[in-house]
Each structure stands twice: as C-alpha cells, then as structure tokens.
C-alpha cells in the first residue's frame, strides 16, 4: 500500500518547467519511448541483413506487438493494484537487461531468431505496462488546472519519439549493427534512473484487494461505458485509427503504380509526425476556446473532406499533405480526452479504463491494417480511400446526432474548482 505525499500542497501548483518530478517523469519516459521506438525498427533491420529472412522480420515485428493485444486489460488491473513507480522501475530494469543481451550476443557474433523474438515480446510487455503506469502517474505530480498542459507535452513528447526514434534507430545501425539495442537500454536506464528522483507517490492511497482480475477488468469496462462522453470518444477514435491504417498505405501503392520513389514514402511518416507534435503542443490552447465535442466533429470533418480528395489524385504532395492535418486534429482530441479522462476517473479505477481505451484503439490499428492489403488489393486505391470517406461521413452523421458529442463538455466544465 502507498502513502500519500507529505509535500506541500504548493509543489504541484509550480509551473511545469519547474515542477522536477514532472520534469523527471517527462524525460524518463521519453528516453524510454524512444529506445523503443529504435528498436522496434532494429530488429527487423537485424533479421533481414543478418539472416535473409523477411519471414523472421515479420515475426518478430509480431513477436513486439502482441502484449497489446494479450496484456493491455490485465495491466490495467495490476498498475491500480501495484505501486507505480515500483512496477515502471521494474519494467525499465527487465527491457534493459533484454537490449544489453543483444548487445552481448551480437558482439559474440550470434544472432539467434528465438533469443531475439523472447526479447521482442519481452520488451513489448514492458513498455504495455510502463505507459499505462506512466499515463495514469501524471495527475500525481500536477496540479488539476495543469492537466491539459502536462497531458498536451505528453502526446508531443510520444509524437517526437514515433517521429526521430525509427530513424536514429537505423541510422545507428548503419554505424554498428548492435548500437541501436546499445542506445534503447540507455534510454530504459535513463528513465530507471529518473524514477529514483522522484519524489511524491505516483497514485493515491490504497486500499489492498484481493478481487478477481476478471471482476476488476469488467469493472474498468462498466466504468467507461458508464461515461457517455468518453464513450463516444472512445468509438470514434477506434474507427480514426481503423481507417488511418488503410488511408497510410493507399499512396503507397500508389507510388509503386506510378514509378515514385519508394524513399518519398517515408514523407508519410514524417509529415504526420510533425503534424501530430504540432497538435499536440497547441491542444492545450485549444481547449480553452472549444469544448471536447467540438474537437471529435473538428477531427472527423477533417478526415471526411481530405480522404475522398485523395482518391482523385496521384500528385505526391496532395496525397501526403493532408497526413499532417489529420495527425494535428487526432493528437489535439488525444490531448483532450487523455486530459478529460484524468479528471474524471477516480485514480484507484484509472489504469483499467485506460486500459480498455488503449485495447480499442491497438485492437483497431490490428483490424485496420489487416484490412488494408485486402481492400487496396481487390479494390485498388481509389475506390477504397472513396469507401473509407463513406464510412467516415456515416460516422461523422452519428456523431453530430449523438448528444453525448454534439453536447460535449467545455474543458472548464471537466475541471471543476
């Protein structure tokens, strides 16, 4: 059982550039992000050039994703159980300890598929556990009204590390082939290290439960389907993501149809990056001006305006321009739910119904790009992003005729004095 903070009330009412266990918090996780982001193209890089097998790079690609799909809600019930800067110190020590065995194994010139993909999940688990623990730490260590701040560095810092952590990871490879693995232990050490500094209790006080996980998961569920904002929210973002798996490979084949280069592909990622760090940084602004409802309408008639227009062309910069505008509409509604959903749901229940938000949404990125290959293949872009824009319309029209998004809360509304 953790205890509550002795510290002044004051130290969470410091600016965010000066709050240190924030500070703390922030870098530690983004050095983590980071690392993993590096390995994540790494090990793919690894198989291919080292074994020739495309076959052994998809698995252990799948190898890293799967605790999200088999550890997400399981997770949420033990970061509300567990002390979490304990279990986040734990996971940073275990997923260095897997990257330094590469590192050694490489070095010895072995680079065996069943070590590499135990370590591939065993890294993937770490970080389901880590960021939830993460996520749901920050309204400890910030006052109320800095919530949609710290929540906006958040998904600006997650955003920069999607965006640089690929290619710094095979830049590094490049150089050496186990310096990338070198530089992701580093950054779960750095972040083991943080954690060490910081000083208030990263959840409220608990009470010790003995309850059955599968009671405690459908207790995260019932909670958010209790919610008719976060509801709703949760719905729309799992179609966004759904049909953002499909709109991100259609100009791909797109470019292999017309002779464009395959590097210009990599623009796609770039652009959203850029675009998602850029929402992510004004979000904070943005919802002092609109409420959340306005937010998934504002993010939905992007998607239903710029989607069909890219069915009509094959010109490079209008099928890669509107990637930056839709990442900047979806990291502002991450802000704000993310924000919204710190204020609202009692700490103690915070690490289940996030949780179930993270499985809908991983679950969808799954489905989605599943989907793609097979509409792109049997329908060919075009038609396809013209369905995808159907099914947003659709979505969109339920959306503006569901009170739940059409009345949704100001933010000041969800931070009540």
């Known amino acids: 059982m953790s205890t509550t903070s002795s510290a002044p009330d004051e130290h969470k009412e410091r600016p965010l550039r000066r709050n240190t266990d924030f500070l703390l918090l922030w870098t530690g996780a983004g050095a983590s992000e980071f690392g993993a982001k590096m390995s994540v193209i790494a090990f793919p890089l690894l198989i291919i050039w080292h074994t020739g097998s495309p ?12 605790p999200v799909l088999l550890l997400q809600l399981p997770a949420g019930v033990l970061v509300d159980r567990w002390d979490r800067r304990r279990l986040m110190m734990v996971c940073d020590a ?10 050694l194994a490489l070095l010895l010139g072995v680079a065996w598929l069943p070590h590499l993909l135990v370590v591939c999940f065993v890294e993937g688990a770490c970080m389901v556990f880590y960021r939830l623990a993460e996520r ?61 500094g910081v000083k208030r209790p990263l959840q409220t006080e608990r009470v010790k439960r003995r309850g059955e996980l599968r009671a405690e998961v459908k207790e995260g569920f019932r909670w958010l389907w209790n919610q008719r904002f976060l509801r709703a929210a949760t719905l729309v973002v799992a179609v966004t993501n759904f049909v953002g798996q499909i709109v991100t490979m259609a100009p791909l084949v797109v470019f292999k149809n017309t002779g464009v280069s395959a590097a210009v592909a990599g623009l796609v990622g770039l652009l959203g990056g850029v675009g998602g760090v850029l929402g992510a940084l004004i979000a904070s602004r943005v ?20 989607i069909p227009m890219m069915a009509f062309t094959t010109a490079v910069p ?41 499985l809908t949404a991983g679950g969808a990125n799954s489905a989605g790009a599943l989907t793609a290959g097979m509409l792109l293949g049997f329908l060919g872009p075009a038609t396809t992003l013209l369905a995808v824009g ?8 339920a959306a503006l005729l569901t009170p739940a998004v059409r009345n949704g809360p100001e933010w000041d509304e969800a931070n009540p004095a």
């Open 55 to 66: 076959i052994g790079a998809g698995l252990v690609s799948f190898a890293g994703l799967l």
């Open 390 to 397: 159907g099914v947003l319309i659709a979505v969109t029209v």
């Open 136 to 196: 749901t730490a920050v309204r400890n260590v910030v006052a109320p009204t800095q919530l949609a701040a710290a929540m906006s560095q958040n998904e600006a810092r997650s955003r920069a590390a999607g965006l640089l952590g690929q290619p710094a990871g095979s830049s590094l490879y490049a150089v050496l082939w186990w310096l990338p693995f070198l530089a992701a232990a580093v950054g779960h050490l750095i972040a083991l290290g943080n954690l060490t």
């Open 318 to 358: 209008l099928l890669l321009a509107p990637f930056a505008f839709m990442s900047l509409t979806g990291a502002m509604l991450n802000v704000g739910a993310g924000a919204y959903m710190a204020r609202t749901v009692p700490d103690e229940k915070h690490g289940r119904a996030m949780s179930v938000m993270l």
């Open 94 to 103: 275990i997923a260095a300890v897997g990257m330094l065995s590469v590192v």
């Open 287 to 306: 919802l002092r001006r609109f409420s959340l409802g306005s937010l998934i309408r504002l993010d939905l008639l992007v998607r239903c305006v710029l």
